[in-house]
């Protein structure tokens, strides 16, 4: 029989994570997005750092919106919670969720045109209520599913495959992120995996809202020349500005290393994530910087990546808000209903 | 590191590593795929280009391909491609009129084959089609060499044997039994073309320890089992003791409790993990409640009367370390085991008291002919050695391939040309690709396990000497044994000019064995690029030249790749494709012309 179905297979000697899980219990049902499309690489850099992180897949919760990366959440953590939400209102179901159980792992995952045009509004009130989870931005300038019309991350002046030039300015997710107050902020390339992983492993770990914008070529309606989401495009304009490594907390932190190089910064469960600056002078931590070094970048057209921005010291919404720690699943009835007298002896108070 | 040369016909062979270790180079893959077509006739006839004897050989094989079997890597058990092979054969139709046919004039080269195994007839096949006048000297009266005298019928049985040998029997080939050759001398003197040695290892090893002069009732086990194929042994005592865990020990337990034994132990010297014998004949030896005992090493024979009552073993406890290997042993106790008879099966040498000294026949310190590895020539010009003769004990798989070699040579060194010159073989690649989602061969990986080969009852297999055991694969058990062969020789083929370094390959990979990384200098560096480098089983890393957009380079592990052709279907343009190698051996009648030596 001929088959495209990504068979499970557990090859002999194959590593287990700490839960005993193995790679083959992190992935989901096979892709039916086009042949090497970025997505897919997206996808399998989720599948292995939530291995790695042995996170039980009943604790993650995927949502998404409308488009072909929101499709993407079908395609691994079979065992995950998810929901496949609304065009572009994702960030507002996700907030509801995190308010309702803040216990489990959130991770959402849109599209530049599910997250910068129909729900440019929520990403950016999520971001600013810095809700704790990871939020995916897998960016490649057109609407995939639609047959590639351009979206509002597409760059001035790209060329589309047919028709003419782009010419509206670029929606810039990091630069966006950086003014409404998100606490991690990275981005980078569906087709380096060394750099992406890691970052997605410290974007889980991460306190507070984290945002990763990947871009992830669409290989049927914007990989052709002229495009600046190409692969061949972002391949010459690469450049990794910081690389950013998860470090668990029971792992001791072997390598030595200089100050100025390597910047350690604790996380909230003690892990540390390790910042290897591959420019010199610039401190991920300076908003200010962060943004004059993205703005810089536009002109020179390079693709800066990695873990551009982070702080670490900010309250999230759940702390800010005083919410519940315990799942509302899990408090009594009595308590989240406590009747009729307790809720007319509250409205006295405000008499 | 430099590209792989996936030109070199051995890369892709290797990958294969069925084939690649089958003495013959049997194209396993391609005849399983043709048994799942339920084309029988053609499985038949593939197999019969390389191995000569798949009936034969789909029962009694040492199987070297089993243990190499990829599909090992991720399940239990390899595919059962010895059944499969005696599908092929119990299943075909009357094949007759494709095979080789006797010529209408021969080329008057006249050729004596010594010995009517394996090796012989193997030569015989090869030659007598082209015209060479073949005749096969037999000392015994029935051919078949130690594929008779040795295997029992019940596990191959007599008209399996005899309708392959007819078949190269009928290219026109003179079989003289009865016909022993007492003198290698008198023999040269004739008017040959060329001399073929096939005599096999005929003689079997003795056990000189005290009290083994003294009695009957202690056999050779290959002479033993000779003597019963000719029904001149028809009876054995109650009580019997095997000393030997080779294959040979496990035929002569076997045939002991066919012939009126109750109780039948094979005595080990080593623990079991050093038994020579093949799984699967422990297994059917032990399924027959034979008893097989370790780390009894034989001291002495014991006689009441001059009739043998027992033997005395020595006791042995051994030391292994870490990898398993002895490191020390001593005796712990003498043990006495009663028993009727004793057969010895502790290995068989080659044997040539019919050649002279002076007949320019070089032999070595151990008394085995000095033999050219490629050419299988002796010292002696136009004597060629094949099979067991050659090198020792081996197989009859090992025979059937020095058959084919030396057929070359015969035919080389009657033409007048260098043996050496020896067309190379190829290797012959065509896509598998039908459309989208649509491969020439089963890619989906299925996860069923080995099917077990049924066998005929014990109380019903003991009532005679030549019930063949094994009943063969049914329908359902050759449909999905089929499917669990990986189609290893559809190959991953790698264009690096196309790759657009999108990594969908190395997403969908199920078993993680591409990677695309920096060139480096050496092998170790790159494998650390794979998420779990498996280097083992001889496999290469596969290297591609650089990448037209990064200047890295694909890799892929070959040990741990499963043929699923998940990346040549995800890959966008086609970088990466299917394509089915197919190995073409050139035996002896399809030599490329050489310049006269």
Known sequence: ????????????????????????????????????????????????????????????????????????????????????????????????????????????????????????????????????????????????????????????GSLPKKGAPNEYPAIDPVALALSVGATFIGRSFSGDRKQLVPLIKAGLKHKGFALIDVISPCVSFNDHK????????????????????????????????????????????????????????YDPRDRAAAFQKVMDSKATQEIVTGLLYIDETQPDMHEIQKMEDRPLNEIPYSELNPGAEKLKALQGAFR | MKPTDTSDPDYFHKVVDCQWACPAHTPVPAYIRLIAQGRYSEAYLLNRESNVFPGILGRVCDRPCEPACRRTRVDEEPVAICRLKRVAADHRGDITDQLPKKPENTNGKRIALIGAGPASFTVANDLAPMGYECTIFEKLDKPGGLMRSNIPAFRLPEDVLMEELDYILNMGVDLKLGSPVASMQALLKEDWDAVFVGTGAPKGKDLEIPGRQDAANIHIGIDWLESVAFEHTKAIGKQVLIIGVGNTAMDCCRTSLRLGASSVKVMARKPREFFKASD?????????????????????????????????????????????????????????????????????????????????????????????????????????FGGDAAFGPENIIWAVEHGHQAAISIHNHCEGRVLTERTPDEMALKSAKMGMMEWRYSNAYDDAPRRKMRHVELVERFKKLDTEVELGFSAEQIATEVERCLNCDVHTVFEAPLCTECDACIDVCPVECLAITPVAENEDALRGALSASENGNGQSLYVSSELPLSGRVMIKDENICLHCGLCAERCPTAAWDMQEGILQIHYADDQAGSPKA
């Not at chain 1, 989401?229 to 029971?250: F, G, I, L, M, R």
Request: aromatic share 8%; with cysteine.
């Open chain 1, 226 to 281: 002229g495009s600046t989401k190409s692969y061949a495009h972002t391949y010459e304009y690469y450049h990794q500005a910081v690389h950013a490594d998860y470090v668990p907390p029971t792992d001791e932190i072997k390598a030595s290393y200089d100050e100025g190089d390597v910047m350690p910064i604790e996380l909230h469960d003690g892990g540390i994530i390790q910042l290897r600056k591959l420019d010199q002078n």
């Open chain 2, 280 to 384: 699967w004949e422990l297994e059917d030896a032990e399924e027959e409640n034979v008893e097989i005992i370790v780390n009894h090493s034989p001291k002495a024979f014991v006689h009441e009367n001059g009739k043998l009552t027992g033997m005395v073993f020595e006791q042995i406890e051994y030391d292994l370390n870490l990898a398993g290997a002895i490191t020390g042993q001593r005796v712990t106790a003498d043990v006495m085991i009663p028993c009727d008879d004793v057969i010895l099966a502790i290995g068989q040498e080659n044997a040539f008291p019919w050649i002279e000294e002076d007949a320019g026949i070089e032999f070595d310190k151990w008394d085995v002919p000095v033999i050219d590895k490629v050419t299988f020539e002796s010292t002696k010009r136009g004597v060629f």
């Open chain 1, 1 to 156: 029989m001929t088959s495209f179905r990504k068979p499970k297979i557990q090859r002999k000697n194959e590593p287990l994570n700490d839960l005993g899980l193995a790679r083959v219990d992190y992935e989901g049902a096979m892709s039916t997005l086009c042949a090497g499309c970025g997505h897919d690489s997206v996808t399998a850099c989720l599948t292995k750092a939530f291995f790695e992180l042995s996170i039980d897949p009943a604790k993650a919760v995927k949502v998404s919106g409308i488009g072909c990366s929101s499709k993407t959440t079908n395609y691994f953590l079979n065992d995950a919670h998810g929901a496949n939400t609304v065009h572009g209102r994702m960030p507002s179901v996700a907030t509801g969720a995190i308010a309702a159980n803040s216990n489990l792992i959130y991770l959402g995952l849109s599209g530049d045109g599910d997250s910068l045009s129909i729900g440019l509004g929520q990403m950016a009130h999520a971001m600013r209520r810095n809700v704790n989870m990871l939020y995916m931005l897998e960016n490649n300038g057109v609407y995939g599913l639609t047959k590639g019309q351009f979206s509002a991350s597409a760059d001035l």
